[in-house]
């Protein structure tokens, strides 16, 4: 597999959804985050993440990606947005990977 390639669709993605989201809802002001969880650190795609400064380990285990399209807003919905995007993207090339949010 090609994981530069694969995490390239997935921020495409992701930045297409999110500014999909935002021309339709524009920026609620709901105040969160977003990321994306991989829930084991040992498989091939978190080791090239690692080597490509893409994310950080989990506080519990695995690898997690943070506001995956970097996107620079607060808006919660938007980054969801995204991150679920990213994670779609993941699971269609058979990476395990969930989206996940908080409200700050």
Known sequence: MNFENIYTEALNAAKAA???FMEKHGEPLYCGFAWVDLP???VPFVNWCKKNNVGRKHWQK???IWNP???????MDVKEAGAYAFAE???KHGITAYA???AD
């Open 62 to 64: 695995g690898w997690s």
């Open 100 to 102: 996940g949010s908080r």
């Open 40 to 42: 084991s650190a040992r």
């Open 89 to 91: 993207v993941l699971r």
């Open 69 to 75: 399209a970097n996107n620079p807003t607060q808006s």
């Open 18 to 20: 999110e500014s999909a």
